[in-house]
């Protein structure tokens, strides 16, 4: 059904006629080939000449429309039967519009007011009965054909943004709940989804689910206390509850390079920190540097990378 024909309707319905003849106006103009157009004019005006010539039209258009038929039925014979009540309407004889089981006096209110909410819902059979023809589709088969059909091309766009959604809302949950995804693992050193919390606060070497302590050393360790020992080329650090800065901390190997980091923080004060590539055996140490202009020097969290020996 055309808008401006729906909004006519929505219109009467609320009793506003002199809003839904004007959207029926406009409907004339948008679809002046459909009879239904003219038949719903013809039914919210008293004046019986115009009446006529809004169901000649529709009958023009179509000479099978069944409402149109009914009300010059009623027309002719109320020409021909002159002791006919004045005060009668179109609708009260033709049955598409309305059965009018009512009484005259019932007819009288309605016309004191110009326009009937029981007659408006009425008028609406109209539509009803014309689209219940086997040769009509239903106004939402008429709808469903008006929907723009898709390319190819925007179906598979329709389709990425669809996977891109989902993917966006898995990190989010992620972040939220505080856990990794597997297919995410690689590309954020994958042993982080293992990592729970650690037992105590601290410092520790992260290892087959295992924390291996890491001691803290003012200045560079003379002995190997606390310097646990990894066959992790990409080993995992973990502070917790630490009063670390992961801005500042850095990785020496025991040449004096510094090696390049990434560092993650999670909840519960936990960073996690790893080399930004594989390390070669031998001594490593974070630092963290004191602010100037401290003269205290500065700690140390030093652990033990070997190669992995067949055998062990």
Same mark, same amino acid.
């Given at each position: 059904?055309?808008?401006? +024909?729906?909004?006519?309707?929505?219109? *009467?319905?609320?009793?506003?006629?002199?809003?839904? +003849?004007?959207?029926?106006?406009?409907?004339?103009?948008?679809?002046?080939?459909?009879?239904?157009? =003219?038949? =719903?004019?013809?039914?919210?005006?008293?004046?019986?000449? &115009?009446?006529?010539?809004?169901?000649?039209?529709?009958?023009?258009?179509?000479?099978?429309?069944?409402?149109?038929?009914?009300?010059?039925?009623?027309?002719?014979?109320?020409?021909?039967?002159?002791?006919?009540?004045?005060?009668?309407?179109?609708?009260?004889?033709?049955?598409?519009? @309305?059965?009018?089981?009512?009484?005259?006096?019932?007819?009288?209110?309605?016309?004191?007011?110009? =326009?009937?909410?029981?007659?408006?819902?009425?008028?609406?059979?109209?539509?009803?009965?014309?689209?219940?023809?086997?040769?009509?589709? @239903?106004?939402?088969?008429?709808?469903?054909?008006?929907?723009? &059909?898709?390319?190819?091309?925007?179906?598979?766009?329709?389709?990425?943004?669809?996977?891109?959604?989902? $993917?966006?809302?898995?990190?989010?949950?992620?972040?939220? $709940?505080? $856990?990794?995804?597997?297919?995410? &693992?690689?590309?954020?050193?994958?042993?982080? *989804?293992?990592?729970?919390?650690?037992?105590?606060?601290?410092?520790?070497?992260?290892?087959?689910?295992?924390?291996?302590?890491?001691?803290?050393?003012?200045?560079?360790?003379?002995?190997?206390?606390?310097?646990?020992?990894?066959?992790? *080329?990409?080993?995992?650090?973990? $502070?917790?509850?630490?009063?670390?800065?992961?801005?500042?901390?850095? +990785?020496?190997?025991? @040449?004096?390079?510094?090696?390049?980091?990434?560092?993650?923080? &999670?909840?519960?004060?936990?960073?996690?920190?790893?080399?930004?590539?594989?390390?070669?055996?031998?001594?490593?140490?974070?630092?963290?540097?004191?602010?100037?202009?401290?003269?205290?020097?500065?700690?140390? =969290?030093?652990?033990?990378?070997?190669?992995?020996?067949?055998?062990?």
């Amino acid at each position: 059904m055309a808008f401006s +024909l729906q909004q006519g309707i929505n219109a *009467a319905k609320a009793g506003r006629t002199q809003e839904a +003849l004007k959207f029926l106006k406009d409907a004339i103009i948008e679809e002046p080939q459909n009879a239904d157009v =003219w038949v =719903w004019v013809a039914a919210i005006i008293d004046d019986l000449d &115009k009446q006529e010539i809004f169901l000649e039209k529709a009958l023009e258009i179509d000479p099978n429309n069944i409402p149109a038929q009914r009300g010059m039925a009623y027309l002719k014979k109320r020409k021909r039967d002159e002791a006919s009540v004045n005060n009668e309407h179109l609708s009260d004889h033709t049955h598409p519009i @309305t059965p009018f089981p009512a009484s005259r006096q019932a007819t009288r209110q309605m016309l004191t007011s110009t =326009w009937s909410q029981s007659s408006v819902d009425t008028l609406e059979s109209i539509a009803t009965e014309e689209d219940t023809r086997p040769e009509k589709k @239903t106004p939402q088969r008429k709808s469903l054909q008006k929907l723009p &059909k898709l390319t190819p091309f925007e179906i598979s766009m329709l389709g990425v943004v669809v996977v891109v959604f989902c $993917f966006i809302g898995l990190l989010v949950a992620s972040a939220l $709940f505080d $856990f990794q995804l597997p297919f995410l &693992k690689a590309l954020t050193g994958g042993d982080q *989804a293992r990592v729970t919390e650690p037992p105590y606060p601290g410092a520790f070497l992260f290892e087959d689910n295992i924390y291996q302590d890491i001691q803290q050393h003012v200045g560079l360790p003379s002995q190997d206390i606390g310097i646990p020992v990894s066959t992790n *080329a990409n080993p995992m650090i973990v $502070f917790f509850q630490s009063q670390i800065d992961p801005e500042r901390i850095q +990785l020496i190997y025991e @040449t004096g390079d510094y090696i390049s980091i990434t560092y993650t923080t &999670k909840k519960n004060d936990t960073i996690l920190i790893q080399p930004a590539a594989s390390l070669e055996p031998g001594l490593y140490c974070l630092q963290q540097p004191q602010p100037a202009p401290s003269s205290e020097p500065p700690s140390f =969290w030093c652990f033990k990378v070997r190669p992995i020996i067949l055998g062990d």
